[in-house]
């Protein structure tokens, strides 16, 4: 997971979850807001990616 305060400045706040499920859950203590994940493959080549989003701060 990437994490950052604006969509063109993310940085890894966590390197690596286990796979649960289609739909796996994965929580971080970083502020964001903007965040992005990708999934890996065994050697760590990026196989996809998601699109950047902005965490609601309600």
Do not use: W
Request: hydrophobic letters at 40%.
């Amino acid at each position: 997971m990437l994490a950052g305060p604006n969509s063109r400045s993310l940085s890894v706040v966590v390197g690596h979850a286990r796979r649960t499920g289609f739909e796996t859950a994965v929580t971080t203590p970083a502020p964001g807001p903007y965040f992005q994940v990708k999934s890996l493959d065994a050697a760590g080549k990026v196989l996809r990616a998601s699109r950047v989003v902005k965490r609601d701060e309600r």
